[in-house]
């Protein structure tokens, strides 16, 4: 089980969350979200930015203070706001239930606390050739499933930042240019990603179904097709690329190109993309996605939750997830209900819907085990509380209440007060 501990990190108080295969954080505006994704993300980065330095440095005699200050480099550009501010903190990772990795800002100074890495980087630092066997040591360093560190896959981890539109600003050729100037943080990395991934479309058709028609036969044809007709949903159009842009087609005479599109398809087109390469290229990997709801209508939200969710079934994939929306989490609570059922009663359940009760149910594909997924709430005053209900496997039904309830206290004054009016007048 991975988790992480912060203490007074920016905004964040103190929060302990454990990191699932669905990780669902909710809170206001400023309560920290993006921090803790950034976190979550950096974490999850870190062992292919260490097995990059430590299989591939030019100086092959290096010792623990190496990999410490090569930590505090990648730590330090992505959050230099907090560093800057001289915020004391403190940060660990556990990549398991004995291996951990701690950051804290003390003295004016990044310190990092790596003894569970000393003895392989004794070991790593005598070798002078590649050795598989230390790879295999290296990765079980981090977790324990050997077939979930791939370091040879570009994309293992990505962050899908908020503002996913703004790479639709820029032309194609000014855009390169800036590409290649870019610093190493996480939303310029996901700029590259989305050059890589249209480039990727436009080499097999340009739209989500010819990608998918160039991939039959090594990947689920049927939950393949189930992805295509939710995009379909989503985006309100058919999205096509070629050497002269990307558009949305609506139908023969019709288009859009992309930057000309609302701002929800635009959000959430980049979302799509990603997660279906994923799901074609069979590749399991972490994504840390940023108000995945941005711009869409809530029953848009709703299919953008089952798409998400049959990319993490489907591939193993880990989703962190962070959000403003109710929707969302109303979403999720219908997968894990749905699959609640199914473990208690099997198929018995659906089988006593009526055809249009069960055409109304989530695609089968989406419903997520609850012991798979979490979800907290951040507060705009620093606190982190736990907003899963591991007895039932579902989102806390009063933080779903809660959350409406102010609008409709509000209300409730308002009309009472009205009708009171009302009868003082005589109406």
């Not at 992480?4 to 969350?17: S, V």
């Not at 915020?87 to 990795?101: H, I, K, P, R």
């Not at 010819?210 to 992805?227: A, C, R």
Request: aromatic share 14%; with cysteine.
């Amino acid at each position: 089980m991975q988790k992480i501990i912060i203490d007074n990190f920016g905004p964040i108080k103190h929060a302990e969350i454990e990191v699932r295969q669905f990780t669902i954080v909710i809170g206001e505006q400023a309560s920290g979200k993006t921090y803790l994704s950034k976190l979550v993300y950096f974490f999850q980065k870190l062992p292919y930015t260490l097995y990059d330095f430590a299989f591939f440095a030019e100086k092959r005699a290096f010792a623990i203070e190496d990999f410490q200050n090569k930590i505090s480099k990648e730590f330090f550009l992505l959050f230099n706001s907090v560093i800057v501010n001289k915020q004391e903190f403190a940060v660990e990772f556990m990549y398991g239930t004995s291996v951990g990795l701690k950051i804290f800002y003390k003295s004016n100074k990044i310190n990092v606390g790596c003894d569970h890495f000393e003895k392989m980087i004794k070991v790593l630092s005598r070798i002078d050739v590649f050795d598989p066997k230390l790879v295999r040591s290296f990765y079980r360093i981090f977790n324990s499933d050997e077939t979930s560190f791939n370091p040879f896959h570009e994309y293992k981890e990505a962050y899908i930042p908020a503002g996913r539109a703004f790479t639709n600003i820029f032309p194609s050729d000014t855009r390169l240019k800036i590409i290649q100037k870019l610093p190493d943080d996480y939303f310029f990395n996901f700029i590259r990603r989305i050059e890589n991934v249209k480039d990727e479309f436009n080499d097999n058709g340009g739209s989500f179904e010819s990608v998918l028609d160039n991939h039959q036969g090594f990947i689920n044809e049927k939950t393949g097709s189930l992805l295509v007709e939710i995009i379909a949903h989503i985006l309100k159009a058919s999205y096509l690329v070629s050497i002269n842009g990307e558009k949305l087609v609506f139908n023969r005479d019709k288009f859009v190109t992309i930057n000309n599109a609302s701002s929800g398809q635009q959000e959430s087109l980049r979302i799509l993309q990603d997660l279906f390469l994923l799901f074609i290229e069979e590749t399991s990997g972490f994504r840390a996605i940023e108000e995945p709801e941005a711009h869409l209508f809530p029953t848009a939200q709703k299919k953008l939750v089952e798409f998400m969710s049959i990319i993490g079934n489907s591939t193993g994939s880990s989703l962190f997830i962070s959000t403003h929306s109710p929707y969302i989490l109303s979403a999720f609570n219908n997968l894990l209900f749905a699959k609640g059922v199914e473990k208690e009663f099997g198929d018995s359940f659906k089988e006593m819907l009526s055809e249009e009760d069960r055409n109304l149910l989530p695609a089968k594909e989406s419903w997520i085990d609850p012991a798979d997924f979490i979800a907290y709430s951040l507060k705009s005053g620093g606190d982190c509380s736990l907003i899963f209900d591991k007895g039932t496997g579902m989102i806390d039904e009063n933080y779903l209440d809660d959350v409406s309830m102010e609008i409709a206290d509000e209300f409730n004054v308002m009309f009472g007060n009205y009708k009171k009016l009302k009868s003082a007048n005589g109406k």
